[in-house]
């Protein structure tokens, strides 16, 4: 086995000089997930030698403090370059240790994951099972039982290659089999990416999920342990399946505008049926045809996975359990305690939100003590169902369109709540709602903005709203037609028809009033699509 372990003579140098270098050099990185707050001291916790080929690297992990109180870790891969030989560029984007002149040598350190050796190194610890020992813990490389079947016989068939668009974190296609997450900030726990990936990869052979290959670890002497990476199959993908729908929206609407003359939209209301379609003119049936049972399908793989996630008894982490008082007040806090947020911030930019919705808005901001009730409604009587781990931020952009099928990816739930809350078993209903809140968000978006296809007219939006809001029901219907078949009697449903859509409607209750207030905050125009879906979950 290669060695990836080198001398610490240098550890001293790093510490000295590198603190007061990082903040600066961070707020550069587009990774950096603290721009917006003061940050206050950042401090290298440990320096992780790493070699090969003779040529030395550096994984650096630096907690930061901001002002406020919050800290975060982050992890930075670092190699060399000789001052005389690196670019204007380079040295504006880099770091610095030892000094120049007077004998002395000045080194420069630059981002390691642009090196392919050192994204083959990568690998190649995989490949080895392999230790890299720093001065606070070390980097463990594990392998699944997976990875043999993964790995093609010639290493030449993997050659490295980062995608470019991943921004909170790095990730580096390997040929086109495998590809591995590279976290950039690390967070001290059980990641649920990489547990429920080990689960559904090794004991449930879940096949419409990337195959779990192996994981990068960092290990403190103290204890702390934190996921550096993740390994995974490449699936062959045409794209996420929001840009699948998008692309579908954008030839219907073409078609809705071309037909709007001849045929009004229907009048039935469908969103909340589960086995009714409701009436479709025929272009609208020539032009959504193939989606809707692309949709039926997502709704199928979807209640596939709740299945297998709710599928081993003996397994404490995996177990369905029971909802109980308890958690239900739990439950009820966070949700309360969400609105009382939304509708203060609501309120407070009301005069701020487009003169297209303000009256809705005003509305809905006078319907708080209704919102409450719902949600109190729902919680303070015994829900007959068991909780079970779920995917926790599921939408359309976490699942892969192969042309064919649907693959689910990303199981770190919403990146915003503490890895152990993420671990928190809940209602599958709220990945239900998830998925139908990304529906709506899909119908919406290109009357809001250029999304790709053939640009719409914009005089044409509000021709286009209804038929928005049919796409949206027939598509909704699909989803829940194929998701209720395949679930039947399962554990994590209430056992009536009229409680599942109890439970439904919170939750989706829920995921469109943290809509409102993400929209609010960043994205005012629109702010009209959470509102509505709030105002018609009032009015049924």
């Known amino acids: 086995m290669a060695n990836f372990a080198v001398g610490k003579e240098m550890y001293p140098e790093l510490r000295r000089s590198l603190p007061p270098q990082l903040p600066e050099f961070l707020k550069k990185q587009r990774w950096f997930g603290g721009k917006a707050r003061q940050i206050y001291s950042v401090e290298v916790t440990d320096v992780i030698s790493i070699s090969r080929s003779n040529v030395d690297y550096l994984l650096l992990i630096a907690r930061v403090k901001y002002a406020d ?66 001065d606070k813990g070390e980097l463990r490389a594990l392998q699944t039982t997976a990875y043999a079947d993964l790995r093609p016989p010639s290493s030449d068939a993997l050659r490295p290659r980062p995608i470019a668009a991943e921004q909170s974190n790095t990730s580096i296609l390997y040929g086109d089999r495998l590809i591995l997450k590279f976290f950039r900030r690390l967070e001290e726990g059980i990641n649920p990416d990489l547990e429920i990936g080990a689960f559904l990869t090794e004991k449930v052979h879940f096949p419409h999920v990337p195959k779990l290959a192996g994981s990068l670890e960092y290990r403190g002497r103290d204890g702390r ?17 929001w840009r699948y729908t998008l692309n579908v929206l954008s030839d219907f609407y073409q078609a809705a505008l071309k037909h709007a003359r001849e045929q009004q939209p229907p009048g039935r209301d469908v969103a909340r049926a589960f086995n ?25 793989r979807t209640a596939e996975m709740h299945l297998a996630l709710a599928s ?11 909802f109980t008082p308890e958690f239900q007040r739990m439950l009820e806090e966070s949700v309360l305690g969400l ?26 901001a006078s319907r708080e003590d209704e919102v409450r009730g719902r949600v109190r409604s729902v919680l303070r009587s015994p829900l007959a169902a068991t909780r079970t781990r779920i995917h926790g931020d599921y939408h359309l952009g976490q699942v892969l369109y192969t ?25 599958p209903l709220q990945d239900v709602s998830g998925m139908l809140r990304s529906f709506h968000y899909a119908a919406f978006a290109p009357l809001l903005a250029p999304v790709g296809g053939t640009p719409l007219p914009v005089e044409a939006g509000p021709r286009l709203t209804i038929w928005a809001e049919r796409w949206n029901a027939w598509v909704a219907d699909r989803f829940l037609t194929g998701y209720f078949d395949t679930s039947g009697a399962a554990s994590y449903l209430p056992d009536s028809r009229e409680a599942i859509h109890k439970l439904l409607d919170f939750h989706l209750l829920e995921k469109a009033i943290y809509e409102l207030g993400y929209e609010l905050n960043n994205r005012p125009s629109w702010v009209g699509i959470p509102l509505q879906g709030i105002l018609r979950l009032l009015s049924s």
């Open 69 to 134: 109180g919050i800290e975060e870790s982050y992890a930075m891969p670092l190699s060399f370059a000789e001052e005389e030989k690196s670019t204007k560029e380079m040295v504006s984007c880099s770091l610095r240790i030892g000094r120049s002149g007077e004998g002395g040598e000045a080194r420069i350190l630059t981002d390691a994951l642009t090196h392919e050796d050192f994204l083959r190194c990568l690998l190649e610890m995989i490949e080895e099972k392999a230790r890299a020992k720093g």
């Open 225 to 241: 342990q934190m996921v550096q990476g993740i390994l995974q199959a490449f699936v062959p993908n045409q794209g996420d399946a």
């Open 276 to 300: 009714i379609e409701g009436e479709r003119p025929a272009f609208a049936s020539e032009s959504v045809a193939d989606y809707l049972a692309a949709a039926q399908l997502l709704g199928r």
């Open 312 to 322: 081993e008894p003996n397994d404490p982490a995996f177990r369905p359990e029971q």
């Open 339 to 364: 609105t009382t947020r939304v509708f203060g911030l609501l309120r407070e930019r009301t005069a701020a939100v487009p003169d297209s919705v303000r009256s809705e808005a005003a509305e809905l």
């Open 403 to 427: 042309g064919s099928d649907f693959v689910i990816i990303d199981f770190e739930g919403e990146p915003a709540r503490p890895l152990a809350d993420r671990r928190t078993k809940r209602s």
